[in-house]
């Protein structure tokens, strides 16, 4: 088992900074991706960035490219760093973990396929 845990949302006017913070305990966590997901009312949890655990290889969404970096420490924890913020990324976000097999595998950018989610920090960022 995974137990996930996101810290780091709050209110921020646009064109600013947050930083999110998943921190993980359980499993070990060599085999896999650890993502973030963005989720408004009533729509699926929407890509955002991912990290391959094995080797720290990232993956972002198109819309946050150059301005969101995700990354990962030595222990079990996982952040994302989001600048530039725009009101358009208002929503709660959630940080998942997919097991990868083989462990190079490219992680998957569907919701469906990550197995442990965390129960998500809200960010609103005002106008």
């Known amino acids: 088992q995974v137990q996930l845990v996101e810290s780091g949302g709050g209110l921020v006017q646009a064109g600013g900074s947050l930083r999110l913070s998943c921190a993980a305990s359980g499993r070990t966590f060599s085999t896999y991706v650890m993502g973030w997901f963005r989720q408004a009312p009533g729509k699926e949890r929407e890509f955002v960035a991912a990290?391959?655990?094995?080797?720290?290889?990232t993956y972002y969404a198109d819309s946050v490219k150059g301005r969101f970096t995700i990354s990962r420490d030595g222990v079990k924890n996982t952040y994302l760093q989001m600048n530039s913020l725009k009101p358009a990324a208002t929503d709660v976000y959630y940080c998942?973990?997919?097991?990868?097999?083989?462990?190079?595998?490219?992680?998957?950018?569907?919701?469906?396929?990550?197995?442990?989610w965390g129960q998500g920090t809200r960010v609103t960022v005002s106008s």
């Open positions: 998942g973990a997919q097991s990868l097999s083989p462990p190079w595998a490219t992680p998957s950018v569907t919701s469906h396929e990550y197995d442990y």
């Open positions: 990290i391959r655990w094995r080797d720290g290889t």
